[in-house]
């Protein structure tokens, strides 16, 4: 759950103002898989990586015949996002987490996340500059002003007192400039001395070509990545730990979109995967 402007019907629609994105979570009616071509969604070292054409795709078929609900679908991944913080940053390296939410459904999965990491234990700070009117956004940040989470608006100065930080600013249908204020938290967020975990995609990274070559973001590697549902082509330009997170697609659903559901354990959500795919 990635990326997309606010909601107004079905899940990832619209266009951000800070930037354009493409559908995602759009209006319900599965797209034909043989409409999707292998080099939109290629096997890459073992790894189905999906485009923002594919994925979208996938999103409108679970939202359809797979009848699944926004918010659902909002919650499960932010409970992988958390799951993956859990995994890499335990509470014995530090309980103060920073979300940088961006305006679409990329933050909101960042907001899902914060919840549950404040009943882990943790003590999570939101930074969310841009917030939609939309209400399933207003009932998330509800929840968490409900326990106490700080809502911050000096992102450099919150950064000074965090342990990690979550990305989930803009997600794999981000394309175009990048726009106020978000450039200056892209920036800080290269150059900060605590891990990143990034939400399915890096933000201001291209779905296909990974960072950009020059100007913000450039510089931008976080150290952690969760991808969700399946990965994204820019995982080749990605060199950290990578985890997929999306257990809630059915079989059928896999099979027919080309692509397999990774392993899980137990009651994990998430799974860890090599440079190939592979999971560790």
């Given at each position: 759950?990635?990326?997309?402007?606010?909601?107004?019907?079905?899940?990832?629609?619209?266009?951000?103002?800070?930037?354009?994105?493409?559908?995602?979570?759009?209006?319900?009616?599965?797209?034909?898989?043989?409409?999707?071509?292998?080099?939109?969604?290629?096997?890459?070292?073992?790894?189905?990586?999906?485009?923002?054409?594919?994925?979208?795709?996938?999103?409108?078929?679970?939202?359809?015949?797979?009848?699944?609900?926004?918010?659902?679908?909002?919650?499960?991944?932010?409970?992988?996002?958390?799951?993956?913080?859990?995994?890499?940053?335990?509470?014995?390296?530090?309980?103060?987490?920073?979300?940088?939410?961006?305006?679409?459904?990329?933050?909101?999965?960042?907001?899902?996340?914060?919840?549950?990491?404040?009943?882990?234990?943790?003590?999570?700070?939101?930074?969310?500059?841009?917030?939609?009117?939309?209400?399933?956004?207003?009932?998330?940040?509800?929840?968490?002003?409900?326990?106490?989470?700080?809502?911050?608006?000096?992102?450099?100065?919150?950064?000074?007192?965090?342990?990690?930080?979550?990305?989930?600013?803009?997600?794999?249908?981000?394309?175009?400039?990048?726009?106020?204020?978000?450039?200056?938290?892209?920036?800080?967020?290269?150059?900060?001395?605590?891990?990143?975990?990034?939400?399915?995609?890096?933000?201001?990274?291209?779905?296909?070509?990974?960072?950009?070559?020059?100007g913000v973001g450039s510089n931008f590697h976080p150290d952690v990545l969760v991808s969700l549902?399946?990965?994204?082509?820019?995982?080749?330009?990605?060199?950290?730990?990578?985890?997929?997170?999306?257990?809630?697609?059915?079989?059928?659903?896999?099979?027919?979109?080309?692509?397999?559901?990774?392993?899980?354990?137990?009651?994990?959500?998430?799974?860890?995967?090599?440079?190939?795919?592979?999971?560790?």
């Amino acid at each position: 759950m990635a990326g997309g402007m606010e909601i107004s019907a079905p899940r990832r629609a619209g266009q951000a103002a800070t930037g354009s994105v493409g559908p995602e979570w759009g209006h319900p009616g599965p797209m034909d898989p043989a409409q999707i071509s292998r080099k939109e969604g290629s096997i890459r070292g073992g790894s189905l990586t999906l485009s923002a054409k594919a994925a979208a795709a996938l999103d409108r078929e679970l939202m359809s015949t797979g009848a699944f609900s926004i918010d659902q679908l909002m919650e499960l991944a932010g409970l992988s996002v958390s799951q993956v913080v859990h995994r890499v940053h335990p509470l014995s390296k530090g309980p103060r987490i920073l979300v940088a939410v961006g305006p679409g459904n990329n933050g909101g999965d960042g907001l899902v996340a914060a919840r549950h990491l404040r009943h882990y234990g943790y003590q999570p700070s939101i930074y969310y500059p841009k917030r939609p009117k939309n209400e399933l956004y207003q009932r998330l940040t509800k929840q968490l002003e409900d326990l106490d989470v700080p809502f911050v608006d000096d992102f450099p100065t919150a950064l000074q007192t965090t342990d990690h930080i979550i990305d989930a600013i803009f997600g794999f249908s981000f394309s175009g400039e990048v726009r106020e204020p978000f450039p200056a938290v892209i920036n800080a967020m290269a150059e900060a001395k605590v891990p990143v975990t990034s939400v399915d995609a890096p933000s201001s990274w291209d779905i296909e070509e990974g960072p950009p070559k020059s100007g913000v973001g450039s510089n931008f590697h976080p150290d952690v990545l969760v991808s969700l549902t399946a990965p994204k082509p820019l995982v080749k330009h990605f060199k950290g730990r990578h985890f997929i997170g999306g257990r809630f697609v059915a079989p059928a659903i896999a099979k027919k979109y080309d692509f397999d559901i990774p392993p899980y354990e137990g009651i994990d959500q998430i799974v860890e995967v090599d440079r190939d795919g592979h999971k560790l």
